[in-house]
């Protein structure tokens, strides 16, 4: 039996020794290995990546390369078998320094690397200084470095390492060479820890693995550490044992859970949810998991495949269900409110309280449509469609309207718009229909800048249309925005009518005053339907539900709006 004192835990045992046991960072290696055979070895190393990637193990591995005794431009791994492979392995080789910055950040530190770097290697081809979490230096050490970091002697190798690359100055990068280490991939990792347990005895299955894996997030020492911590438990290694370890509840109740969260039911969910707490999970890591579940749903809802990322097939072929009966805004927004009140959890004297008050409005949004769902409903109303419809039928039916033949359409046809706001008014809604008309017919001639300025810029005052006497319209208006030319737009738009219509047009400048002109009467009719939208119900529920939330404006989707044409079809 291994005692204790002898025993090496296995993110040390199986940390990589030559370049061939790297794990997912075959790009470095590549590199690493052409430059070696090339004899083109930089004076400065920096490597960066997250926690457990190999940053250390790699500035290692390239020390006992370069100082290898056995290796050559043919070999390009350490032996391992010489004096120096041997005291590099064991942190013995006086030439092969080791520096945490963590702790030693001051620039007295960095004097001592610069005073000792004009002393020859006592051993070894070169004196490496391993500098590791280089980012926690101290600007005056950083600027202490600059000089000897840019032309360091040639028997001096540095090499950093860090995890947060964006705190190091941009002069000290510029004197390495970067390398940046990726995260693991979950498959190569997976496969590595069932490679470890097999070495150590145990049988680790593919499920059981491929969690641990996933819970590392790409990091082979978490990796290994949980594995280590697994296999001490002393029992047959399974998915249930490896979920007690890493503080996991029964995935199926947490599943369980958030489909009932989609479907609304409060007692469901609050049994559950007591279920899982009772099992020890943190509320912290239950919002989280979650979470990932309302991300996983939106990757299947997005068509994307996310077998690789998922370990566990019976959730996935749920998720599948799932999202099968809920549209792709309905699983974004839960995912965004999940990950809005998970902030109040941390706020709170009683978190267990607390999450059961946000599964049950979590559960009452359910029920709530989405904005669209709700517009629609609206739009839905018979008396809303039916005024659509009256508006797209109403034409002017007169032959005092003189066209060209090759302009005119069913929509060309004046309309008369249905507006209460000028049924007391001198100047009839209908010339105003006949004038918003006009405006449309230079707007379709793609003639936007006058089109804009007779929306927004003049008041219709009068207007007489071309009859069998008298082939000449007239159009007065107010101008009611005093720095634009005039002039120029209205000789542009009469052009731009005789052209269209075959009449002549004179439009002029009136004294006299004006209804509101056209994008006022826009406006207004937009208002008035969102205070119409705003005063239903479910709109009502969805504004509650959101206190920050708006109703701006209402537009057309006119995606869905082909799709229904198609449909009708």
């Keep these: 039996m291994t005692t204790t004192g002898n025993?090496?835990?296995?993110?040390?045992k199986y940390r990589p020794k030559i370049l061939s046991d790297l794990i997912g960072q075959d790009d470095i290696t590549k590199i690493i290995k052409g430059s070696i055979k090339l004899n083109r070895v930089a004076h400065a190393f920096l490597f960066s990546g997250t926690r457990g990637v190999g940053k250390t193990s790699v500035a290692r591995i390239l020390a006992k390369i370069v100082n290898c005794q056995s290796s050559s431009a043919e070999v390009l791994d350490p032996c391992l078998k010489c004096e120096t492979c041997t005291s590099i392995d064991n942190e013995t080789n006086m030439d092969v320094v080791e520096i945490d910055a963590a702790s030693r950040t001051g620039v007295s530190d960095v004097r001592e690397i610069i005073e000792n770097i004009n002393y020859k290697p006592m051993s070894a081809k070169k004196k490496i200084y391993i500098i590791d979490e280089v980012h926690m230096l101290s600007k005056a050490a950083f600027n202490a470095l600059l000089k000897t970091l840019e032309e360091p002697p040639s028997d001096v190798l540095f090499i950093f390492?860090?995890?947060?690359?964006?705190?190091?100055p941009v002069t000290i990068l510029s004197r390495c060479q970067r390398f940046i280490l990726k995260r693991v991939g979950m498959e190569e990792l997976s496969k590595h820890l069932i490679n470890v347990a097999n070495k150590e005895g145990f049988q680790l299955d593919f499920e059981s693995s491929n969690l641990i894996a996933q819970s590392s997030e790409g990091s082979v020492r978490d990796a290994l550490s949980i594995l280590d911590n697994v296999i001490v438990r002393d029992k047959p290694i399974n998915i249930n044992l490896v979920r007690g370890v890493l503080g996991l509840s029964d995935n199926n109740l947490v599943v369980d859970l958030f489909e009932n969260l989609f479907a609304g039911d409060v007692k469901l969910c609050l049994k559950?949810?007591?279920?899982?707490?009772?099992?020890?999970?943190?509320?912290?890591?239950?919002?989280?998991?979650?979470?990932?579940?309302s991300y996983h749903l939106a990757r299947i809802k997005a068509l994307l495949d996310i077998e690789n990322s998922f370990s566990d097939k019976m959730t996935m072929q749920r998720l599948h269900k799932i999202s099968n009966e809920y549209e792709m805004d309905f699983i974004i927004r839960f995912w965004e409110l999940i990950n809005k009140y998970i902030n109040e959890v941390s706020n709170v004297f009683d978190e267990k309280q607390c999450f059961e008050m946000i599964i049950i409005r979590l559960c009452y949004f359910s029920f709530?449509?989405?904005?669209?769902?709700g517009i629609h409903k609206f739009k839905s109303d018979q008396e809303i469609e039916k005024k659509v419809k009256n508006s797209e039928n109403k034409m002017m039916n007169t032959e005092n309207f003189k066209t060209n033949q090759n302009v005119?359409?069913?929509?060309?046809?004046?309309?008369?718009?249905?507006?209460?706001?000028?049924k007391n008014n001198s100047l009839s809604a209908d010339s105003l229909g006949k004038f918003s008309y006009l405006v449309s017919l230079i707007e379709e001639k793609s003639e936007l800048i006058v089109s804009y300025h007779l929306k927004n810029s003049f008041r219709l005052v009068n207007l007489v249309e071309p009859n069998k006497n008298k082939n000449i319209g007239t159009i007065e208006l107010q101008n009611i925005a005093k720095d634009i030319n005039e002039k120029l737009i209205l000789w542009k738009a009469s052009k731009i009518l005789l052209n269209?219509?075959?009449?002549r047009w004179i439009i002029s400048i009136s004294n006299n005053s004006g209804l509101n002109s056209l994008a006022e009467i826009e406006e207004k009719e937009e208002n008035k339907k969102i205070q119409q939208i705003k005063n239903d119900k479910f709109i009502k529920k969805f504004l509650e539900m959101i206190p920050s939330s708006e109703v701006t404006s209402i537009r057309e989707n006119k995606e869905e709006q082909k799709f229904k044409n198609k449909g009708k079809k």
Excluded: C, H, Q, W
């Excluded at 025993?7 to 040390?12: E, G, H, K, T």
């Excluded at 009772?278 to 919002?287: N, R």
């Design 272 to 293: 559950k949810f007591d279920e899982i707490y009772e099992k020890g999970i943190s509320i912290d890591l239950l919002a989280k998991n979650l979470m990932r579940l």
């Design 500 to 503: 269209i219509t075959g009449n």
């Design 408 to 422: 005119v359409t069913k929509s060309n046809i004046l309309k008369k718009p249905e507006n209460n706001n000028y």
């Design 368 to 373: 709530i449509p989405t904005p669209l769902e």
């Design 161 to 168: 390492a860090t995890t947060e690359i964006e705190k190091i």
């Design 7 to 12: 025993y090496i835990v296995l993110a040390r």
